[in-house]
């Protein structure tokens, strides 16, 4: 069977090549100006609206007056400037004021049953002229036996400082002023290495730990003496200070 030319079959069907059609006046494509290509991209224009903005660094912050602040999804738009609204919260310990310290009761100051020993020494309740001179001895033995210890701990006398506490806790005890006088036993017990439980020989110190134990104890003593001392003035009133 004859084979059948199907070439110009093919090309009686195909379309022929045809040039575009014209474009219509009104979709005409414009030339490229200077214009258009520096067209500014819209995030720009967003935030650089007016010429001299534009001319600024982009790293220049905006004042709070010409940008406001978006707030993320979630978050309350602050209310106060940004320094306000970046403080931090006042913590607890701010606005809540500690307690004062409770006063110190008189039997936790003085040993009473000890001191009105010394005031049956008076003739006149009334009129007491003997027990003062007792407690204002006692007050300036106090504060000259203080000026020693501190002597004797700048030159590491251990030996010394149990003496001296030895000699104030005995003045101590004998007028009731009881802080005083467990202070006065400690320095006492330090100076002579003990520990402290005294009656535990295991319980040693080295010298220098006894030091450092005995510097904060004068310390601590100072203040208990300025309680008892308070105390004792309140007590006999004019009559004491009169003595002075």
């Not at 070439?7 to 009686?12: L, V």
């Not at 290509?37 to 995030?43: G, S």
């Not at 535990?200 to 001392?229: C, F, S």
Request: proline residues 11%; negative net charge; hydrophobic residues 35%.
């Amino acid at each position: 069977m004859p084979r059948l030319d199907t070439s110009a079959s093919r090309a009686k069907t195909r379309s022929p090549t045809s040039s575009p059609p014209p474009t219509s006046p009104h979709r005409a494509k414009l030339p490229v100006t200077p214009a258009a290509v520096a067209r500014p991209n819209p995030i720009d224009s967003a935030v650089t609206r007016s010429p001299r903005a534009a001319t600024e660094p982009m790293t220049k912050p905006l004042s709070p007056s010409n940008a406001k602040v978006v707030p993320r999804a979630g978050t309350v738009e602050p209310s106060a400037t940004p320094t306000e609204a970046a403080a931090p919260p006042p913590s607890k310990s701010s606005t809540t004021s500690a307690k004062p310290a409770a006063p110190l009761t008189q039997e936790e100051i003085m040993d009473m049953e000890i001191f009105n020993q010394i005031l049956e020494m008076d003739d006149d309740p009334d009129n007491r002229d003997f027990s003062p001179t007792i407690v204002i001895e006692y007050l300036e033995q106090a504060v000259e036996t203080f000026i020693k210890m501190d002597t004797a701990l700048k030159n590491k006398e251990l030996d010394k400082l149990a003496s001296l506490g030895h000699f104030l806790k005995g003045s101590s005890a004998a007028l009731g002023i009881k802080r005083v006088r467990d202070c006065c036993e400690s320095i006492q017990n330090y100076g002579h290495l003990r520990g402290d439980d005294p009656n535990n020989r295991d319980d040693k110190l080295d010298p220098e730990e006894a030091l450092k134990r005995i510097a904060k104890l004068i310390v601590e003593v100072r203040g208990e003496y300025q309680i008892g001392k308070t105390w004792l003035e309140d007590f006999y009133g004019p009559a004491l200070h009169a003595e002075q």
